[in-house]
């Protein structure tokens, strides 16, 4: 079985301190990481993805996430924070095994850059 | 280069009733995946369409039906609405080849669905 946890609801930062949102996973066969980020009243929008290689992946925004496969995490970070960083953060996983691409998302990590 | 759209944004519907909701892949893509996002919580996978078939089908109850046309567009049909139905519905699309497992999912903006 396939799944994500973002243990914390929220967290706050001030701007231009580093940012780091955190994502445990757990599935049966290689993993496959993203993370999304969710404006009010929008969609979900893409910052980046693990699928294999350096275990550092940089992506939009000046986002970057580690894959650490012993810790199961893919925690995502940014060196200085803005305040249009604020916004809800998900990160998500998909079971290379079994024939299913869909994703699994977790809960969500609200973001709060404090000016 | 037009991204995932999605229609309507906003629908309010009464218990018991039917709604339709479409979505119009990325340019390039023909992979359709729907997610129900209740409040709070993270999106949840409904099902994926591909070559007009349904592929794939997460946790949810046969009132949840859809359609893909051969343009690749699809729609999300729900039947005897309930009240716990009420969430934001978002279409992903996706490229299949040459391999599905490593695509990314881009999301539409979602359409608001609020069942009295």
């Known amino acids: 079985a396939q799944s994500v946890a973002q243990p914390e609801d929220q967290v706050n930062v001030a701007e231009g301190n580093p940012l780091t949102v955190k994502c445990t996973y757990s599935v049966s066969g290689n993993p496959y990481l993203f993370w999304y980020v969710q404006y009010p009243n929008r969609g979900l929008q893409f910052l980046l993805k693990y699928i294999t290689g350096d275990n550092l992946v940089k992506g939009s925004y000046g986002f970057e996430a580690e894959f650490n496969k012993s810790q199961t995490s893919f925690h995502l970070k940014k060196p200085s924070a803005l305040v249009s960083d604020s916004a809800l953060y998900f990160c998500?996983?998909?079971?290379?095994?079994?024939?299913?691409?869909?994703?699994?998302f977790g809960t969500g990590t609200r973001l709060t850059v404090i000016p | 280069d037009a991204g995932v759209t999605q229609s309507p944004t906003h629908l309010i519907k009464t218990r018991g009733q039917q709604v339709t909701l479409r979505c119009s892949p990325k340019?390039?893509?023909?992979?359709v995946s729907w997610y129900q996002q209740a409040l709070g919580q993270g999106p949840q996978f409904i099902f994926q369409y591909y070559e007009e078939e349904e592929r794939q089908r997460g946790n949810f109850p046969d009132r949840f039906s859809g359609h893909q046309f051969p343009n690749y567009s699809s729609e999300l049909n729900v039947n005897a609405l309930l009240l716990g139905d009420s969430a934001l519905y978002l279409c992903?699309?996706?490229?299949?080849?040459?391999?599905?497992?490593?695509?990314?999912?881009?999301f539409g903006p979602g359409t608001r669905l609020l069942v009295l």
């Open positions: 998500a996983v998909r079971d290379g095994r079994g024939g299913a691409n869909n994703l699994f």
């Open positions: 992903a699309s996706s490229p299949r080849a040459p391999n599905s497992y490593q695509e990314t999912q881009y």
């Open positions: 340019s390039g893509h023909d992979t």
